[in-house]
C-alpha cells in the first residue's frame, strides 16, 4: 500500500493528482498539535487511513538552528517541553498561541528523550493516546534514534512501555514500534551479520503486543534525494524480511523514495513517500537548514529517478529513449505533448524550470506511486518480487542508456540504479526468495 | 570458592521442624537438592518440597535472582518457589530456597536411562516449556539455561516443568558477567547468547529447539559443541530421518541462527498442542 507522507501542513494532495493514496502519514513536525487536533481530516481522502509519526528520532534537533521544526515537535507531549494546552478563550489564534509560548517551549526543549521508567511511560502514553483520538488506523510508539551501537535496552524500554500501554488503554487497532537508525550504523557491515538487526527485530519479534514496526533510516551520509549505499538498503529489506517472513510482523517504511516499492516486494505493508526531498529521505540536517524553494524534477519509473527538467529531458527528447523513459500520467500529459512538439516550456507552464513551480511534478510522482501500487495490489508476493526484479534491471540497463546518450548525471539520477538492483538481489538470494 | 557439603543429619538437624529430609537428589557444582516433606500450616498434611541448599557463598547474587524471577511469576509448568532463607550449619551460612517437588524425572537422566523419547512425549514437552517459556518472558524474564536437566518430565509423561531459574535475567537487572560474556550451558546456548547480546524470549526457544532434539533421537545434535551453533541447529532430518515432518519442520524453525525467525512461545504452543493431537 502506498501511503502519502505529509509535508508541513499543506495535507492536501498536489492539485493535479488523479489517483489518491491508500493512506497517509501525518509527520508530528507538519504541524502543532494543537492545531492539528483541531482539524478536520474529512476533505483529505487519503488522510481516511491515516498514522500519526510521533519523531520521537527528532528528539536531538537544536531549536537555535530547526526554529520552526522544534516548535512544532515541542507542542506534542512526548518530547518533554510541557507544552501548555491551546485554549480558544485565552490564545485566540494558533499564531497567537505561537507567539505567546514558543519562546518557552523552545527554551525547555531538552534536545533528549526520556530516560528513566517513568517518564518513558508517559510519553509513550500520552502519544498512543494522541493518536487514538486523532482517529488513526494504527499507532506508532515512539522510539530515539538509534545512532551508536547499542544493545537496544533503551529502545527496548520503550517497547515495554508500548506494550503495556496498549494493554491498559485496550487498543483495539495495530501498534507498531518506531525504528529509527542511522544509516552510518548500517554501512560497511554485511547486513546478514549485523548483530543491530538482528537484535531489533528480536525484540519486536518477542512483543506480541506489537503488531509490527515503522522504520525509518535516517540518511545521514548521502547527501542526494536517494540512498546509494548498498548495505544500508540490504539491511533494510532484511529488516523488513525479519519482521514479515520470519516473526508474521508488519513493516510500515517511510523516507525511502521509490525504493520502498521493493520494500513492499520484501514484505513491508505501506511505504510512503512524497515529492519533496524531506518526504523521500529523512535527514536530521535537512529539519536544521533553510533549503529554498523547490524546483520540478521529472519522476521516471522506468528509470526509478528523476530526470532533469530544464536541460536533460529536453536532450532526450531527440532520441528514441523517451519513450522508454517517460512515465504518463495526466500531470505529465503537456510535458509530453511540448517535449514532442519542441514547444517546451511554452505550452506546458506547469512544468516550467522555475522555483516553486511543482504542482505538476509533485501529483505526477504522486500517480506514478500509486500506479505502481495498483500493480503490487493485483499480485501476490512472488508477482511483487519478479516485477520489482525486472524493474530495478531495466532501470540500471536504462541508467546506462541515458548516460551514452550524453545526459549529465547532475541533475538526473543516474548514479543508484546498479546499487539498487545489487541490493535487492542480494536479499533475494539471502531470503531464497 | 568453598564447596564443602554439609552432613544430611546437621541439616536435618537445622531444619527440624520444618523440612524432613527423605534424602539427596541431586548434587552439583554449586547446591545440593534434597528431598524433602514441609507441613502445611493449618493441616495435618505435608507436601513433599526440594530443598535446594547453595554450596557456594559467592553466589549470593544468583540466588537472589533465582529468588527475584521465582517470585514474579508462578506456573503450572513452573517449579513454584515456596520458601527460601539463610541457616547456620556448623560454622558456615547457607542460603536455601525450597521448591515445589515435582514428581518425575529430570529429561537428562530419562534419556540417559531410556534413550529417545517419543514424538508425543517431546510434543508435550515442548508445549509445557514453551508455555513457561511465555509465562516468565510476560515478565521479561529470560530463563537463560534451558536444557534437558532444566526440564521435569511429570510421572506418566504428562506434562513437563521447567525449573531452575538461577541465571534467568530479569531484563531490567545488570548483567552478572562483563560485557560479551554470558552464563548457561555450553552446547544449548543460542548464537546471541553465545555472542553476549541482549536477549529475549527467542533465546530460550532456541535451546528448547535443541534440548527438543536431543530428546528425539538421544543424542545431542552437535555433541555439545558450541561452535557448531553459531549460525543455527543443524536440521532435524539429518538427525532423525523418520522424524514427522510437521515435528521436524517446528524443530528446524526453533533453531535457526535469526531470533525473529524463530516460532513464538504462543505459536510454539499452538503448533505442539496440535501435534499432540495428531501424533
Given at each position: 500500500?502506498?501511503?502519502?507522507?505529509?509535508?508541513?501542513?499543506?495535507?492536501?494532495?498536489?492539485?493535479?493528482?488523479?489517483?489518491?493514496?491508500?493512506?497517509?502519514?501525518?509527520?508530528?513536525?507538519?504541524?502543532?498539535?494543537?492545531?492539528?487536533?483541531?482539524?478536520?481530516?474529512?476533505?483529505?481522502?487519503?488522510?481516511?487511513?491515516?498514522?500519526?509519526?510521533?519523531?520521537?528520532?527528532?528528539?536531538?534537533?537544536?531549536?537555535?538552528?530547526?526554529?520552526?521544526?522544534?516548535?512544532?515537535?515541542?507542542?506534542?507531549?512526548?518530547?518533554?517541553?510541557?507544552?501548555?494546552?491551546?485554549?480558544?478563550?485565552?490564545?485566540?489564534?494558533?499564531?497567537?498561541?505561537?507567539?505567546?509560548?514558543?519562546?518557552?517551549?523552545?527554551?525547555?526543549?531538552?534536545?533528549?528523550?526520556?530516560?528513566?521508567?517513568?517518564?518513558?511511560?508517559?510519553?509513550?502514553?500520552?502519544?498512543?493516546?494522541?493518536?487514538?483520538?486523532?482517529?488513526?488506523?494504527?499507532?506508532?510508539?515512539?522510539?530515539?534514534?538509534?545512532?551508536?551501537?547499542?544493545?537496544?535496552?533503551?529502545?527496548?524500554?520503550?517497547?515495554?512501555?508500548?506494550?503495556?500501554?496498549?494493554?491498559?488503554?485496550?487498543?483495539?487497532?495495530?501498534?507498531?514500534?518506531?525504528?529509527?537508525?542511522?544509516?552510518?550504523?548500517?554501512?560497511?557491515?554485511?547486513?546478514?551479520?549485523?548483530?543491530?538487526?538482528?537484535?531489533?527485530?528480536?525484540?519486536?519479534?518477542?512483543?506480541?503486543?506489537?503488531?509490527?514496526?515503522?522504520?525509518?533510516?535516517?540518511?545521514?551520509?548521502?547527501?542526494?534525494?536517494?540512498?546509494?549505499?548498498?548495505?544500508?538498503?540490504?539491511?533494510?529489506?532484511?529488516?523488513?524480511?525479519?519482521?514479515?517472513?520470519?516473526?508474521?510482523?508488519?513493516?510500515?517504511?517511510?523516507?525511502?523514495?521509490?525504493?520502498?516499492?521493493?520494500?513492499?516486494?520484501?514484505?513491508?505493508?505501506?511505504?510512503?513517500?512524497?515529492?519533496?526531498?524531506?518526504?523521500?529521505?529523512?535527514?536530521?540536517?535537512?529539519?536544521?537548514?533553510?533549503?529554498?524553494?523547490?524546483?520540478?524534477?521529472?519522476?521516471?519509473?522506468?528509470?526509478?529517478?528523476?530526470?532533469?527538467?530544464?536541460?536533460?529531458?529536453?536532450?532526450?527528447?531527440?532520441?528514441?529513449?523517451?519513450?522508454?523513459?517517460?512515465?504518463?500520467?495526466?500531470?505529465?500529459?503537456?510535458?509530453?505533448?511540448?517535449?514532442?512538439?519542441?514547444?517546451?516550456?511554452?505550452?506546458?507552464?506547469?512544468?516550467?524550470?522555475?522555483?516553486?513551480?511543482?504542482?505538476?511534478?509533485?501529483?505526477?510522482?504522486?500517480?506514478?506511486?500509486?500506479?505502481?501500487?495498483?500493480?503490487?495490489?493485483?499480485?501476490?508476493?512472488?508477482?511483487?518480487?519478479?516485477?520489482?526484479?525486472?524493474?530495478?534491471?531495466?532501470?540500471?540497463?536504462?541508467?546506462?542508456?541515458?548516460?551514452?546518450?550524453?545526459?549529465?548525471?547532475?541533475?538526473?539520477?543516474?548514479?543508484?540504479?546498479?546499487?539498487?538492483?545489487?541490493?535487492?538481489?542480494?536479499?533475494?538470494?539471502?531470503?531464497?526468495? | 570458592?568453598?564447596?564443602?557439603?554439609?552432613?544430611?543429619?546437621?541439616?536435618?538437624?537445622?531444619?527440624?521442624?520444618?523440612?524432613?529430609?527423605?534424602?539427596?537428589?541431586?548434587?552439583?557444582?554449586?547446591?545440593?537438592?534434597?528431598?524433602?516433606?514441609?507441613?502445611?500450616?493449618?493441616?495435618?498434611?505435608?507436601q513433599d518440597v526440594a530443598l535446594k541448599l547453595?554450596?557456594?557463598?559467592?553466589?549470593?547474587?544468583?540466588?537472589?535472582?533465582?529468588?527475584?524471577?521465582?517470585?514474579?511469576?508462578?506456573?503450572?509448568?513452573?517449579?513454584?518457589?515456596?520458601?527460601?532463607?539463610?541457616?547456620?550449619?556448623?560454622?558456615?551460612?547457607?542460603?536455601?530456597?525450597?521448591?515445589?517437588?515435582?514428581?518425575?524425572?529430570?529429561?537428562?537422566?530419562?534419556?540417559?536411562?531410556?534413550?529417545?523419547?517419543?514424538?508425543?512425549?517431546?510434543?508435550?514437552?515442548?508445549?509445557?516449556?514453551?508455555?513457561?517459556?511465555?509465562?516468565?518472558?510476560?515478565?521479561?524474564?529470560?530463563?537463560?539455561d534451558v536444557n534437558p536437566k532444566n526440564i521435569?518430565?511429570?510421572?506418566?509423561?504428562?506434562?513437563?516443568?521447567?525449573?531452575?531459574?538461577?541465571?534467568?535475567?530479569?531484563?531490567?537487572?545488570?548483567?552478572?558477567?562483563?560485557?560479551?560474556?554470558?552464563?548457561?550451558?555450553?552446547?544449548?546456548?543460542?548464537?546471541?547468547?553465545?555472542?553476549?547480546?541482549?536477549?529475549?524470549?527467542?533465546?530460550?526457544?532456541?535451546?528448547?529447539?535443541?534440548?527438543?532434539?536431543?530428546?528425539?533421537?538421544?543424542?545431542?545434535?552437535?555433541?555439545?559443541?558450541?561452535?557448531?551453533?553459531?549460525?543455527?541447529?543443524?536440521?532435524?532430518?539429518?538427525?532423525?530421518?523418520?522424524?514427522?515432518?510437521?515435528?521436524?519442520?517446528?524443530?528446524?524453525?526453533?533453531?535457526?541462527?535469526?531470533?525473529?525467525?524463530?516460532?513464538?512461545?504462543?505459536?510454539?504452543?499452538?503448533?505442539?498442542?496440535?501435534?499432540?493431537?495428531?501424533?
Amino acid at each position: 500500500m502506498y501511503y502519502y507522507c505529509t509535508k508541513l501542513n499543506a495535507f492536501k494532495l498536489p492539485p493535479l493528482c488523479e489517483r489518491v493514496p491508500g493512506g497517509g502519514v501525518i509527520a508530528a513536525s507538519a504541524v502543532p498539535y494543537p492545531q492539528l487536533a483541531r482539524r478536520s481530516l474529512m476533505p483529505y481522502g487519503h488522510l481516511q487511513h491515516r498514522v500519526l509519526d510521533p519523531q520521537l528520532y527528532l528528539a536531538s534537533l537544536d531549536p537555535r538552528t530547526a526554529t520552526s521544526m522544534v516548535y512544532k515537535l515541542a507542542t506534542y507531549p512526548w518530547f518533554g517541553s510541557e507544552p501548555p494546552t491551546f485554549q480558544t478563550g485565552l490564545h485566540r489564534t494558533f499564531a497567537a498561541y505561537k507567539e505567546q509560548v514558543m519562546p518557552e517551549l523552545l527554551h525547555r526543549w531538552p534536545r533528549a528523550v526520556a530516560m528513566d521508567d517513568e517518564q518513558i511511560y508517559r510519553a509513550v502514553r500520552s502519544c498512543l493516546q494522541i493518536q487514538i483520538e486523532l482517529g488513526c488506523e494504527a499507532l506508532i510508539a515512539p522510539s530515539p534514534l538509534t545512532n551508536t551501537n547499542t544493545s537496544y535496552t533503551l529502545e527496548s524500554k520503550y517497547l515495554d512501555a508500548a506494550a503495556e500501554v496498549a494493554n491498559e488503554l485496550q487498543v483495539r487497532v495495530p501498534v507498531y514500534a518506531s525504528v529509527a537508525i542511522a544509516d552510518g550504523l548500517l554501512r560497511g557491515q554485511d547486513p546478514t551479520q549485523n548483530v543491530l538487526l538482528q537484535t531489533i527485530t528480536d525484540q519486536i519479534a518477542s512483543r506480541r503486543e506489537l503488531a509490527g514496526a515503522y522504520i525509518v533510516l535516517e540518511q545521514a551520509v548521502d547527501t542526494g534525494y536517494v540512498c546509494v549505499n548498498e548495505d544500508v538498503l540490504f539491511a533494510l529489506l532484511i529488516l523488513i524480511d525479519d519482521l514479515s517472513r520470519g516473526a508474521s510482523k508488519q513493516a510500515i517504511v517511510n523516507y525511502i523514495g521509490p525504493f520502498g516499492a521493493a520494500a513492499v516486494a520484501a514484505g513491508a505493508t505501506v511505504w510512503s513517500s512524497g515529492y519533496y526531498r524531506s518526504q523521500r529521505r529523512m535527514r536530521l540536517s535537512d529539519q536544521e537548514e533553510d533549503v529554498g524553494r523547490a524546483y520540478p524534477r521529472f519522476y521516471s519509473a522506468a528509470l526509478a529517478g528523476d530526470i532533469g527538467v530544464q536541460l536533460d529531458l529536453l536532450q532526450l527528447s531527440h532520441t528514441p529513449l523517451l519513450q522508454q523513459v517517460f512515465s504518463r500520467t495526466q500531470a505529465s500529459r503537456s510535458l509530453l505533448h511540448a517535449l514532442q512538439t519542441d514547444t517546451y516550456p511554452q505550452s506546458s507552464p506547469d512544468w516550467e524550470y522555475r522555483p516553486g513551480n511543482i504542482w505538476a511534478a509533485a501529483a505526477h510522482y504522486n500517480d506514478v506511486c500509486c500506479k505502481q501500487e495498483a500493480f503490487f495490489d493485483s499480485h501476490d508476493q512472488r508477482g511483487r518480487i519478479e516485477f520489482v526484479d525486472r524493474w530495478l534491471c531495466q532501470a540500471e540497463r536504462l541508467a546506462g542508456e541515458v548516460r551514452r546518450a550524453g545526459v549529465d548525471p547532475t541533475h538526473t539520477d543516474l548514479r543508484h540504479q546498479s546499487i539498487w538492483r545489487s541490493a535487492y538481489q542480494r536479499w533475494r538470494q539471502y531470503a531464497q526468495m | 570458592m568453598a564447596t564443602t557439603v554439609p552432613d544430611l543429619q546437621q541439616v536435618q538437624e537445622v531444619f527440624n521442624g520444618r523440612f524432613r529430609i527423605s534424602g539427596p537428589l541431586r548434587l552439583g557444582g554449586q547446591a545440593l537438592v534434597l528431598r524433602a516433606t514441609q507441613p502445611v500450616s493449618g493441616s495435618d498434611t505435608e507436601q513433599d518440597v526440594a530443598l535446594k541448599l547453595y554450596l557456594d557463598s559467592n553466589q549470593d547474587e544468583r540466588v537472589l535472582r533465582e529468588i527475584e524471577a521465582a517470585s514474579r511469576v508462578r506456573h503450572l509448568t513452573l517449579a513454584n518457589l515456596l520458601e527460601h532463607g539463610t541457616v547456620q550449619i556448623g560454622d558456615r551460612r547457607f542460603r536455601y530456597l525450597a521448591w515445589e517437588f515435582i514428581p518425575g524425572t529430570a529429561l537428562d537422566s530419562r534419556l540417559a536411562s531410556t534413550g529417545p523419547v517419543a514424538p508425543k512425549v517431546c510434543a508435550v514437552v515442548g508445549r509445557d516449556v514453551a508455555t513457561a517459556i511465555e509465562a516468565i518472558w510476560a515478565r521479561r524474564i529470560v530463563h537463560r539455561d534451558v536444557n534437558p536437566k532444566n526440564i521435569m518430565l511429570r510421572a506418566g509423561d504428562q506434562g513437563a516443568v521447567l525449573i531452575d531459574l538461577g541465571i534467568a535475567k530479569y531484563i531490567d537487572s545488570s548483567p552478572l558477567t562483563g560485557p560479551g560474556l554470558t552464563w548457561g550451558t555450553a552446547g544449548y546456548l543460542s548464537p546471541e547468547q553465545m555472542s553476549g547480546l541482549e536477549l529475549t524470549c527467542q533465546s530460550d526457544i532456541f535451546s528448547l529447539g535443541i534440548s527438543l532434539q536431543q530428546a528425539l533421537t538421544g543424542n545431542h545434535p552437535t555433541n555439545y559443541d558450541q561452535r557448531a551453533l553459531r549460525y543455527g541447529g543443524p536440521r532435524t532430518e539429518d538427525l532423525h530421518a523418520t522424524a514427522p515432518a510437521r515435528f521436524a519442520g517446528l524443530l528446524d524453525r526453533m533453531v535457526t541462527q535469526r531470533p525473529a525467525h524463530r516460532p513464538a512461545p504462543r505459536m510454539l504452543i499452538d503448533g505442539f498442542t496440535e501435534l499432540i493431537q495428531v501424533l
